[in-house]
């Protein structure tokens, strides 16, 4: 698929009808994906979920919860035939922007800890790693999998 220009997306609220094409991504960029449990849950409880679309295709989304002073990225995930185009840093930007409206002091989120390309991303944005969460992610015959707990101070 040929990249979309950055001038030609825009970020629009997630619903549920875009469910199923957020559940094709989901599943195609993750051995351990949300399911659309995940996603319903998240609208019913008012989360932030935005799709940043190109056109009437959807380039990725981000799930956010809001808390007292900070914001919570509890999904964020660009189609895997998009990625490494800078997509994921223009939801980042989305999200700073959205967070600092709702008066958040900090960012944080959680990151595999062999995922390292996306956290080469974070660092790049300015977030810094914080701490680690044993065991947290699910991972492949049983295991789990650390994560690496990041913050971005805004």
């Known amino acids: 698929m040929s990249a979309v220009l950055k001038s030609e997306v825009r970020l629009e609220p997630l619903t549920a009808a875009l469910l199923d094409d957020v559940l094709r991504i989901e599943n195609s960029a993750y051995a351990h994906p949300w399911t659309r449990g995940n996603f319903a849950d998240s ?5 932030k979920l935005l799709a940043l679309m190109g056109g009437d295709t959807l ?6 919860m809001e808390g007292v002073e900070e914001v919570h990225l509890l999904n964020i995930t660009v189609a895997p035939e998009f990625q490494g185009l800078g997509y994921g840093v223009l939801m980042l930007e989305a999200l700073s922007v959205w967070a600092r409206s709702r008066q958040a002091q900090w ?3 959680e990151v595999r800890v062999g995922n390292t390309r996306a956290m080469q991303v974070y660092e790049r944005f300015g977030y810094r790693r914080v701490g680690e969460r044993k065991n947290y992610y699910p991972a492949d015959h049983g295991q789990r999998e650390h994560a690496v707990v990041m913050s971005l101070k805004l």
Do not use: D, N, T
């Open 43 to 47: 609208l019913k409880s008012g989360y």
């Open 107 to 109: 960012l944080w989120l």
């Open 59 to 64: 380039i990725g989304y981000f799930v956010a």
